[in-house]
């Protein structure tokens, strides 16, 4: 589904984030990709959706080289959730839900009925919540929006940067939870970012442990990892 070979990032000040990086996700594996901060995560990430261009190396999407694609189309085919969800404060949770069938033509009755089940995925009640805006929720519950949010465009494939790094751990590990067994009812191909290897280890079908220099040290199931 997604292959990265000899993929490498210098950045223009000469700091090397990633380093011939060969990494295969298959259809519906959640893989996560873990390692200390500064190991170049966020940058494979990013250069997956081409928000940063990778200075070597090949990216493909179902057998598609990204940087072929229009990034503008691509992205509508790639959902992205971050720790800083960036709902849009002004418009109600069901808004910022459609944004995205919207913009690709979905009929507005369509696309709302689409994100109100989006919701109720998510484990938000849209009777109660689709009316409110960003500012009336919880960190949690916002987080879910953005997950709503990011699975509306039924993306192939979903980029998440420490998506449950901004709530308490309680919280986390319920968000976790839900994210797994949602994960398993969509079938979306998902990888992960995370700088805690016990998120990592919990939700991973595999597990790309990076080291220092943005190398790829091991990627193993969590099984292997541990050595079970
Ligand atoms: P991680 O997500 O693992 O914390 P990043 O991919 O964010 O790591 O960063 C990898 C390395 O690239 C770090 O040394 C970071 O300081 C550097 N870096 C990230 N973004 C930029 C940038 N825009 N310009 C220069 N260096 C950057
Ligand atoms: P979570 O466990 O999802 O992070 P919290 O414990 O933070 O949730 O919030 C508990 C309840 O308080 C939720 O039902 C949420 O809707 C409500 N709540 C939190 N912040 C606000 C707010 N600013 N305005 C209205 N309700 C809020």
């Given at each position: 589904m997604i292959r990265l070979r000899g993929v490498g990032k210098t950045y223009d000040d000469g700091t090397v984030a990633v380093q011939d990086l060969d990494l295969d996700v298959?259809?519906?594996?959640l893989v996560c990709l873990v390692g200390p901060?500064?190991?170049?995560?966020?940058?494979?990430?990013?250069?997956?959706?081409?928000?940063i261009e990778p200075t070597s190396g090949t990216i493909e999407i179902d057998g598609e080289d990204v940087t072929r694609q229009d990034p503008v189309q691509l992205?509508?085919?790639?959902?992205?959730?971050?720790q800083q969800?960036?709902?849009f404060p002004h418009q109600k949770v069901v808004d910022n839900v459609m944004t995205v069938p919207t913009l690709?033509?979905?009929?507005?009755?369509k696309a709302r009925e689409r994100a109100r089940d989006l919701l109720e995925l998510v484990g938000l009640d849209p009777a109660r919540y689709a009316g409110r805006y960003p500012h009336q929720l919880s960190g949690g519950q916002q987080q879910r929006v953005g997950v709503a949010r990011a699975l509306a465009g039924d993306p192939a494939v979903l980029l998440m940067d420490e998506p449950f790094g901004a709530v308490d751990p309680v919280v986390r590990l319920r968000l976790q939870d839900e994210f797994l067994r949602l994960q398993d009812e969509v079938g979306v191909t998902v990888v992960l970012v995370t700088h805690d290897i016990d998120e990592a280890v919990r939700l991973g079908?595999?597990?790309?442990?990076?080291?220092?220099?943005g190398r790829l040290a091991q990627f193993d199931t969590p099984a292997r990892l541990l050595g079970r």
């Open positions: 298959a259809r519906g594996e901060s500064g190991c170049g995560k966020s940058t494979t990430l990013k250069m997956v959706n081409r928000l992205r509508r085919r790639i959902g992205y959730v971050i969800v960036g709902l690709q033509g979905v009929p507005r009755a079908d595999r597990v790309a442990v990076f080291a220092g220099g």
